[in-house]
C-alpha cells in the first residue's frame, strides 16, 4: 500500500533496498542474436574477373563521381533537396529518434516538484487541522529487475536504425531514378529527331508519287502505299511526343520542382550515344551485400528489434517491482515548511507478480518469437532480392554492349539499302514495295538503337544501384553488426 503522507526523517539504511535494487538491474532476457547465413550462392553468375579486384566498391563511389554529366549532378542535387518521399523517410528518422528517446527515458525515474496543502478535521478532537508539503517526488518508476525497458529501448533503437537504413534506401533509389529519368528524357529526344526526320522523308515520297502518278509513271498503289506509310509516321511522332511529356513529368515529380529551362534547351541537341560514360563496377561479392545496401541492413535491424521483443515478452513472466518516493518539507503551517526538523521522506516499492492473466503473457512470448520468424525470413528475402537484381544488372552488362553494336552495324546496313533502293526507285529498277520495305525496316531499327542504347545506360545506372551506391557514408560510421 502506497503511502503519500512524508514520514519523518529515518536512517539513511533505508535506502539500502533502493541502492541493492538498482544494483541487481539489469539482468536480460534478449536471446543472444546470431545473423542467419545469406540463402544465396557465394558468386554471382556471369561475374567477371574484375569483381574480386580491389577496385572501388560502388558503395564507395558518391554519386557525383558516378555521374559526372553536370546536368545530371544539378538534377540530383535538386531532388535531394526538394523530394517530398525524401523528405518523408528523413522526417519518418526523427519521429524514430523521438520515440528511442522516450523508450529510454523509461529506465530513469521522472522525478516531479511536488507543492500541496489539506484542510480537514482532526479524529480526535473534531477541529480544522492544516497540513502543507513540499519537496520532489518519484511516481512509480519500475525497477528493471528482469530487463524488459531495456528490451523495449532495445528494440526502440533496432527501429530508429532501420528507419535511418530506410531512408539511405530511398536516397539510393531516388538518385537512381533521377539518372534513369533524365537519360529517358535524352533517348526520347533522340527518337523524336528520328521520327521527324523519317517523316519528312515520308513526305517527300508521297509528293514524288503524287508527281509520277500524274505523269503516268506510277500507279496509285504506289500512291496510297506512300500516305499510308506518312501517316503511320506521323501517328508515330504524335506518339512519341505524349511519351515525352509523360517523361517529362515524371522527371519533375521526382526534382520537387519544373525542370530549369536551360536544362531544357540542352535536351534536343543531347544524343545517348555522347553520353557522358559511367565507370566500370566491381560487382564483389554476395556477402557484400550484407553491409553495403542500406535494405538488407533495414531488415536486419528489423531481425535483432524483433529479437529484443523476445526478451520483454518473457521478462513479462516475473514479477515487476515500482516505487514511488517523495522527499521534502511537511509543516502544519506555511511559516514552519523550512524549519529544522520538518524535512522528511518516504518510500513506498510495489511488487507485482502475475498469477493468472488467461494466458496474456504466454501468447505475447508466442506472438514475439512469430514476430522474429517472419523478420528472418524477410532479411532471407532482403538478401535473395539484393542476389537477383546484382544478377539481372551482370546480365544485362554481358550482353547489352553487343547487342548495341549488332544494332548499329543493323542500322548502318538498312540505312545503305535505302540508300540504294530510293536510287532504284528513281531510275525505274526497282519497285515501290522494295523502298517501302527499306523505309519500315530502317525506321525500326534505328528507333530499336535508341531504346537498346537506353536500356544500357539505365542497367549501369541500376548496377551502381543495386551494389549499395547513391549513398557514401561517412568516414566515423561503421554499419551496426
Known amino acids: 500500500m502506497q503511502s503519500h503522507t512524508l514520514n519523518r526523517a529515518r536512517p539513511a539504511r533505508a535506502l539500502s533496498p533502493l541502492l541493492a535494487a538498482a544494483l541487481v538491474a539489469g539482468c536480460s532476457f534478449i536471446p543472444t542474436y546470431e545473423r542467419p547465413a545469406a540463402p544465396v550462392p557465394q558468386a554471382y553468375p556471369l561475374a567477371g574477373a574484375e569483381s ?35 523528405r518523408v523517410a528523413m522526417l519518418n528518422v526523427e519521429q524514430a529518434r523521438a520515440q528511442f528517446q522516450i523508450q529510454r527515458a523509461n529506465q530513469f525515474p521522472t522525478v516531479n516538484a511536488i507543492a500541496s496543502g489539506t484542510r480537514q478535521p482532526s479524529a480526535t478532537t473534531g477541529s480544522y487541522a492544516n497540513q502543507f508539503q513540499v519537496g520532489l517526488g518519484i511516481s512509480a518508476w519500475e525497477i528493471d529487475f528482469f530487463g524488459r525497458v531495456a528490451a523495449l529501448k532495445e528494440q526502440a533503437l533496432a527501429q530508429y536504425l532501420a528507419t535511418d537504413e530506410a531512408r539511405k534506401s530511398a536516397q539510393i533509389s531516388l538518385v537512381a531514378a533521377v539518372a534513369s529519368g533524365w537519360l529517358t528524357l535524352m533517348a526520347d529526344e533522340e527518337l523524336l529527331d528520328i521520327s521527324r526526320r523519317t517523316l519528312e522523308t515520308r513526305d517527300e515520297s508521297v509528293k514524288l508519287t503524287r508527281l509520277r502518278l500524274e505523269n503516268g509513271v506510277s500507279s496509285e498503289l504506289d500512291n496510297r502505299q506512300a500516305e499510308s506509310l506518312a501517316q503511320a509516321a506521323r501517328a508515330t511522332y504524335a506518339q512519341q511526343q505524349r511519351q515525352r511529356m509523360l517523361d517529362e513529368n515524371a522527371l519533375v515529380l521526382l526534382l520537387g520542382q519544373p525542370l530549369p529551362d536551360d536544362i531544357r534547351a540542352s535536351l534536343p541537341s543531347s544524343r545517348l550515344a555522347d553520353a557522358t560514360p559511367m565507370q566500370a563496377l566491381p560487382a564483389g561479392l554476395p ?11 533495414m531488415a536486419e535491424q528489423q531481425l535483432i528489434g524483433a529479437n529484443a521483443n523476445i526478451g520483454a515478452a518473457r521478462a513479462a513472466f516475473f514479477p515487476r517491482i515500482s516505487l514511488t518516493a517523495q522527499f521534502g518539507t511537511v509543516s502544519d503551517e506555511l511559516s514552519g515548511l523550512f524549519k529544522s526538523g520538518s524535512w522528511a521522506f518516504s518510500l513506498a516499492p510495489q511488487l507485482a507478480l502475475p498469477i493468472f492473466d488467461a494466458g496474456r503473457n504466454q501468447a505475447g512470448l508466442e506472438s514475439a518469437r512469430a514476430g522474429r520468424e517472419i523478420a528472418v525470413a524477410q532479411y532471407e528475402k532482403s538478401i535473395q532480392t539484393a542476389f537477383r537484381e546484382v544478377s539481372d544488372a551482370l546480365a544485362g552488362q554481358a550482353t547489352l554492349q553487343e547487342q548495341v553494336d549488332a544494332q548499329r552495324a543493323q542500322a548502318q546496313a538498312d540505312a545503305k539499302r535505302f540508300e540504294l533502293s530510293d536510287l532504284r526507285y528513281r531510275n525505274g529498277v526497282a519497285s515501290y514495295l522494295d523502298l517501302l520495305d527499306a523505309q519500315r525496316s530502317l525506321f525500326a531499327t534505328q528507333q530499336s538503337l535508341v531504346v537498346t542504347r537506353l536500356q544500357q545506360l539505365q542497367n549501369q545506372v541500376t548496377l551502381y544501384k543495386v551494389l549499395g551506391g547513391g549513398w557514401t557514408a561517412p568516414a566515423e560510421e561503421t554499419p551496426r553488426s
Open 52 to 86: 574480386t579486384t580491389s577496385a572501388r566498391a560502388a558503395a564507395d563511389i558518391d554519386w557525383k563521381e558516378y555521374f559526372t554529366d553536370p546536368r545530371l549532378q544539378r538534377l540530383i542535387g535538386m531532388a535531394l533537396g526538394n523530394n517530398r518521399d525524401l
Open 287 to 297: 556477402s557484400d551485400l550484407l553491409v553495403r545496401r542500406p535494405d538488407v541492413r
